[in-house]
Nanobody
């Protein structure tokens, strides 16, 4: 079993930055793929980014490429999502999720989820 806790959300102006953290408990976390998803009101949950266990292989949703980065510190069981040049359309609840299986962009492939953290981009 893995438990995930997100933090770092908040209110930021357009063009600003935030760093989200996903802290995990569970001894096998370092071998899991970890993804970030987001869900805006009235919309489906959508993929944002994923990082594999190696800490090197990553993938991003097209609208965040060049603005968001994802990284992990396996020694601290933590994954980070650095979000720069934020836009109002980035406003959503952001969730981290992980899987011991192959990483995908589909939320239904991830068995473990955090509770989410709100990100609001507004002037």
């Amino acid at each position: 079993q893995v438990q995930l806790v997100e933090s770092g959300g908040g209110l930021v102006q357009p063009g600003g930055s935030l760093r989200l953290s996903c802290a995990a408990s569970g001894r096998s976390f370092s071998r899991y793929a970890v993804a970030w998803f987001r869900q805006a009101p009235g919309k489906e949950r959508e993929f944002v980014a994923v990082i594999l266990w190696d800490g090197i292989t990553t993938d991003f949703e097209d609208s965040v490429k060049g603005r968001f980065t994802i990284s992990r510190n396996n020694a601290q069981n933590t994954v980070y999502l650095q979000m720069n040049t934020l836009k109002p359309e980035d406003t959503a609840v952001y969730y981290c999720a992980c899987t011991p299986r192959s990483a995908t962009q589909n939320h239904w492939d991830y068995p473990y989820w955090g509770q989410g953290t709100q990100v609001t981009v507004s002037s």
